[in-house]
């Protein structure tokens, strides 16, 4: 089934929005390794605090870490493998880090994540040599002069910029019938645990990057799906902030509504602790204005906090797979044996509208967000969707060489944000979505959070039929733009499945909370093995 129909049907739109810099990757599909293994690395599986331990002892500088990465991004990502994560290394890293560790020599020490390596995805903007393309051709060029306001965040948290990772071009926006993780400019990016399936998207290499241990933390961007799905696929943890959490000034963007970036580790800890250092409110966006002053303490883990909890089971979201179903059940057994009351919740026949809604305001929110990002960046050369799509039509063999770009023309058809459909099909998905949606479902009863799983097992790449979507939940918080947190619950003959927690507006602090109370019960985390395919 299509991308667009899994919007329309509410279930999974994978949406949203000292070294030489690396060069666009192509399409080849070569996957030998020349590594003896792609697991024997020495940072392998450290996190966060692991990591700063190591530089805190001596043991280790900034430099050395963002080193040994750079070389794990080569070798396993380019020359063995080839994952294709990270689409672009940035040359000033290693300055960078050369600096942070002289700070740190100084005795300044910025906080938790001073010196510790991140990627970024490629549709965020950064003020350094890199390119800013959404994976697309047409933008190939274009170097930003301004920091994304989260980019000024990772910088003033004194992290290591170590490059851009690849996503579904124009974060899955542009064919109904495209691959998740392949774009113009960055090629097919693979599923560390079996590299002819799918990573996911659009926030794919991001995902992968984390999973194949290329870095400790990476940013992704969703707008619907699109840091929860590969986040599960990949066995990592993946946060998807409220709406006006993180700032989404200078990212590219798909929907004023819906968009937001956020965190992925390989643990709930690394991801809030990135989480935490990036909440800041922006003037420049309007979603950000409403953070509250007490937004919340993301620190605060407690191995206990499942005790006397209540979360809400919506089990109609496991019904598309039994291995999933099954998978479930273990993750409800292990809420209950640590004190969690979980109470079944009825499929509510009230939000199923949900999708029809969200793709209009989709449309309708693309066209006016492109057309004024590229209005702010008149370096680029585009003025609007119009050209955008012309482009892509001049440039077809290499830009469309697996599909076409349907939505964009669907987009560039609306009349934006003063089409007529556009006002009441944004007021019927955030009623849908909020009031009759998940607020409803926690205040009616009294629930600190609902429960649902993530993803189904990886499919197989198919650049004939595109991708084939199984089943998720992530429609409920994209189109309300509450948050939610995946957390690795298990696998399928090696293929991970993630769970989702996800609760009303601004609770992050209990998501994470209760995620990592789950994720230290029941440690599902398991470590790519990069086996060619399924019978290998």
């Known amino acids: 089934m299509k991308r667009r129909h899994f919007i329309i049907n509410s279930i999974l739109a994978g949406v949203a929005i000292g070294a030489k810099a690396c060069q ?39 430099r050395q870490i963002t080193e040994l990465y750079i070389k794990r991004i ?50 965020i903007d950064s003020a350094d040599q890199m390119i800013t393309s959404a994976g697309s051709l047409a933008l190939a060029g274009h170097k930003c ?43 097919q990016t693979r599923n560390p645990y079996i590299l002819d399936r799918t990573p996911c998207g659009s926030s794919s290499g991001s995902a992968v990057a984390v999973s194949a241990n290329l870095a400790p933390l990476a940013i992704g961007t969703e707008t619907d799906g699109s840091i929860v799905c590969p986040s599960g696929i990949n066995g990592i943890v993946g946060i998807k902030p409220t709406v006006g959490l993180w700032s989404r000034s200078g990212i590219i963007p798909i929907s004023e509504s819906q968009d937001t970036a956020g965190p992925m580790g390989k643990s709930v800890k690394d991801a809030a602790l990135l989480l935490s250092a990036l909440v800041a409110k922006d003037n420049n966006d309007e979603a950000s204005k409403a953070l509250p002053e007490d937004f919340g303490v993301y620190l605060n883990f407690d191995e206990f906090a499942l005790s006397g909890s209540r979360i809400g089971y919506m089990k109609q979201y496991s019904s598309f797979d039994k291995r999933v179903a099954a998978i479930m059940d273990e993750v409800v057994a292990t809420l209950k044996e640590k004190g969690a009351d979980v109470v079944e919740i009825e499929k509510d026949e009230a939000i199923a509208g949900i999708g029809s809604n969200e793709w209009t305001v989709l449309l309708c929110e693309f066209k006016d967000g492109i057309n004024k990002y590229l209005k702010s960046h008149p370096e680029i050369g585009l003025k609007d969707l119009s050209e955008l799509i012309a482009y892509n039509k001049t440039h077809a063999e290499k830009e469309m060489p697996w599909f076409e770009q349907e939505i964009l023309i669907m987009a560039n058809e609306t009349k934006g944000l003063k089409d007529e459909k556009y006002n009441k099909a944004l007021a019927n998905a955030k009623k849908l979505s909020q009031a009759n949606g998940i607020d409803k479902l926690i205040d009616g009863n009294k629930l600190d959070a609902l429960l649902a799983p993530t993803n189904g097992p990886a499919w197989v790449i198919d650049y004939v039929n595109g991708d084939n979507f199984s089943g998720g939940s992530s429609t409920l918080a994209a189109v309300s733009g509450y948050p939610s947190v995946t957390v690795p619950a298990g696998n399928i003959l090696g293929l991970p499945i993630g769970v989702s927690f996800f609760g009303k507006a601004w609770s992050e602090s209990r998501l994470i909370q209760l995620s990592y109370a789950y994720e230290r019960a029941s440690k599902k985390r398991i470590v790519p093995e990069f086996k060619p395919s399924l019978l290998e």
């Open 24 to 62: 666009p990757v192509g399409n080849e599909t070569d996957n030998s390794s020349e590594l003896a293994s792609p697991l024997d690395f020495s940072l392998n599986e450290l996190d966060v605090r692991e990591l700063q331990g190591l530089m805190e002892k001596g043991e280790y500088s900034s």
């Open 74 to 123: 080569k070798e396993v990502d380019q020359a063995g493998p080839k994952t294709k994560a990270v689409v672009e290394l940035n040359p000033e890293a290693m300055v960078i880090a050369e600096a942070l560790d002289k700070e740190r020599r100084d005795g300044k020490v910025r906080g938790p994540l001073h010196g510790i390596p991140i990627l970024i995805k490629e549709n």
């Open 145 to 187: 002069s301004k920091d994304a306001f989260i980019v000024e965040k990772v910088r003033e948290a004194g992290m290591v910029l170590l490059g851009k990772t690849n996503l579904s071009e124009w974060a899955n926006f542009r064919s109904t019938n495209s691959s998740s993780g392949w774009s113009g400019r960055g090629g």
